[in-house]
T-cell receptor, first 111, second 111 residues
Framework: QKEVEQNSGPLSVPEGAIASLNCTYS??????FFWYRQYSGKSPELIMS????GDKEDGRFTAQLNKASQYVSLLIRDSQPSDSATYLC???????????FGTGTRLKVLA | DVKVTQSSRYLVKRTGEKVFLECVQDMDHENMFWYRQDPGLGLRLIYFSYDVKMKEKGDIPEGYSVSREKKERFSLILESASTNQTSMYLCASEDNGYGYTFGSGTRLTVV
């Protein structure tokens, strides 16, 4: 089992819809979780972090964490074509500070 | 905002050359990382450093070395470049659990 798993996609949603991106992780001791957005040819950009069970909202983005089920999700409301990118889930190893990245989910928002 | 600067955006080098990739961060972060990113393989950790003069091997250190003489600068060295080291190289800086900040990346082509 991979340490951090994401569906590679592509996930296609129409403009204005909600995009739901999921990530599962294997280390039950993980305490912090990050979502990065990466446009084609660019470097990853941190968009959300979450540390506690439940939801965390920032503008059109909502991160959801369920530690019991070991998954973290990213919801993008009112999706725009400019949201088309690859979204990477990252989970740090709490002892080494090394982040384990999923392979990313490619999102396509159709105008 | 933390700024992580990678010295070159694109590089073309010949097989057998010694290649230096430079990375500088401006926020006094202790932790710095070098990754490479390849299609289908995601982000793979090459080396990381928690302090000046300190370095640790990541998951794929073979063919690489690093140098951290000053806190703000973390250099990746390809001792003898080979075609299988053609990749996107990403430097990141981190502050004890608040998420990586990536540089803009260096796309290296070895011919």
């Amino acid at each position: 089992q991979k340490e951090v798993e994401q569906n590679s996609g592509p996930l296609s949603v129409p403009e204005g819809a909600i995009a739901s991106l999921n990530c599962t992780y294997s280390d039950r001791g993980s305490q912090s979780f990050f979502w990065y957005r990466q446009y084609s040819g660019k470097s990853p950009e941190l968009i959300m972090s979450i540390y506690s069970n439940g939801d965390k909202e920032d503008g059109r983005f909502t991160a959801q964490l369920n530690k019991a089920s070991q998954y973290v999700s990213l919801l993008i409301r009112d999706s725009q074509p400019s949201d088309s990118a690859t979204y990477l889930c990252a989970v740090p190893n709490e002892r080494t500070y090394k982040y384990i990245f999923g392979t990313g989910t490619r999102l396509k928002v159709l105008a | 905002d933390v700024k992580v600067t990678q010295s070159s955006r694109y590089l073309v080098k010949r097989t057998g050359e010694k290649v230096f990739l430079e990375c500088v961060q401006d926020m006094d972060h202790e932790n710095m990382f070098w990754y490479r990113q390849d299609p289908g393989l995601g982000l793979r950790l090459i080396y990381f450093s928690y302090d000046v003069k300190m370095k640790e091997k990541g998951d794929i250190p073979e063919g690489y070395s690093v140098s951290r003489e000053k806190k703000e600068r973390f250099s990746l060295i390809l001792e003898s470049a080979s075609t299988n080291q053609t990749s996107m190289y990403l430097c990141a800086s981190e502050d004890n659990g608040y998420g990586y900040t990536f540089g803009s990346g260096t796309r290296l082509t070895v011919v």
